[in-house]
Every structure is written in structure tokens, then in C-alpha cells.
């Protein structure tokens, strides 16, 4: 008996994530030990992110914020139903999962922007360059951010493979898979 799939994830959403992980991965592996590199993994992280925006309006069903996005009252439902075992599989990111994608791309765009003002401020480059020699305060909090938000965002990765591998789990289908693939079963068992 063979199950048939259902093609959820374009190439360009499954290129986006990858790309983003591994950009994102070397600017936070890389800090200030090798400017030169984190800065471009930043800018990467930061082109991948509006493309995403624009991608997330134009692009086919499952990539669109009008098909991931949903009111925080049906996020509340839907975590309960989950935490009951009882939560309805979707096709696309389920709304919870929604909610998830939306907090990190503010929070990789915070990061983003705070990277900016830094090397605005301390290199004296980038499209905030205008910022060379601005007050050590603003160097300061922009410096807290940026870390703030990095590292807010490594919890949140964590978080987002806890999900992945529950909603697996309760839902009997290789998430994984599916973001190399772009398939997931029209039906689980």
C-alpha cells in the first residue's frame, strides 16, 4: 500500500530554511573572532529574511503568512488541543508553528538591525555607516541587543526542533523529511 504525498514545501521555501541555518550558524559561531566572515553571514541571514517577507506574500499556498498566521486565540486552542495529544494535523505550519516562524523572523530581523548599528558604529560601514562615532551608550545598548537577540534566538531554535520532533511524534510523520523533500503525506496513519 503506497501513501500518497502531497508537495507542501516549494524549493525556494526549503532553500530559504537551510540557507538560513547555515548563515545563521557561522554569524553566531563566528562573533568578532572573524569580522570579515560574520558580517557576511549576517548579511546573508538579513537578504534570506526579505526575501522570505516577500516570498511569505506572493509565493504559492503554504509558503504565505495568510495560510501560517492565525489569531493568538486559535494558537491557544491549538497548544492546548497539543499538550491534550488531541491537536488536528495541517498541511502547512500549523498555528502554533505559525505564531513560532513569525517571533523568529522579528527576532533574526532585531538581530539584523543590531548588527547593522554595530558595525555602523564601530566600523564605520554598511548601509548605517553614518553612525561612525556615534555616543559609547548607543554602541552599548545596540551591543546588549545583538547578543540579547542571537541568543534568543538559539533558544528559539531549540524550541523549534522540540516542536518538530513533537508534532512528529503525535502526528506520526517525519517533519524532517519534509523540509528536505517538500512532501508530506496527504493522510498519516
Keep these: 500500500m503506497s501513501v500518497q504525498e502531497i508537495k507542501v514545501w516549494d524549493l525556494f521555501v526549503r532553500l530559504f530554511h537551510w540557507s538560513l541555518v547555515v548563515a545563521f550558524s557561522i554569524?553566531?559561531?563566528t562573533e568578532d573572532d572573524v569580522l570579515?566572515?560574520?558580517?557576511i553571514a549576517g548579511y546573508a541571514v538579513l537578504g534570506l529574511l526579505?526575501?522570505?517577507?516577500?516570498w511569505g506574500?506572493?509565493?504559492?499556498r503554504y509558503a504565505r503568512f495568510s495560510d501560517f498566521v492565525y489569531r493568538p486565540t486559535v494558537v491557544k486552542a491549538f497548544i492546548k488541543d497539543t499538550l491534550q495529544l488531541k491537536a488536528r494535523r495541517y498541511l502547512g505550519h500549523n498555528p502554533a508553528g505559525g505564531a513560532f516562524i513569525v517571533l523568529m523572523l522579528l527576532t533574526l530581523?532585531?538581530?539584523?538591525?543590531?548588527?547593522l548599528v554595530i558595525?555602523?558604529?564601530?566600523?564605520?560601514?554598511?548601509?548605517?555607516?553614518?553612525?561612525a562615532g556615534s555616543s559609547r551608550l548607543?554602541?552599548?545598548?545596540?551591543?546588549?541587543?545583538?547578543?540579547?537577540?542571537?541568543?534568543?534566538?538559539?533558544?528559539?531554535?531549540?524550541?523549534?526542533l522540540f516542536g518538530v520532533i513533537a508534532e512528529s511524534l503525535i502526528h506520526k510523520e517525519n517533519l524532517i523529511k519534509a523540509m528536505f523533500t517538500g512532501k508530506k503525506p496527504l493522510d498519516t496513519p
Design 50 to 54: 526579505l526575501l522570505r517577507l516577500i
Design 138 to 160: 548607543l554602541e552599548d545598548i545596540a551591543e546588549e541587543a545583538h547578543e540579547f537577540f542571537a541568543n534568543f534566538m538559539l533558544l528559539l531554535v531549540g524550541i523549534h
Design 109 to 115: 530581523l532585531l538581530t539584523s538591525f543590531t548588527g
Design 36 to 39: 570579515d566572515l560574520h558580517v
Design 119 to 131: 558595525y555602523g558604529i564601530e566600523e564605520g560601514k554598511g548601509p548605517l555607516a553614518m553612525l
Design 57 to 60: 506574500v506572493i509565493g504559492p
Design 27 to 29: 554569524a553566531y559561531l
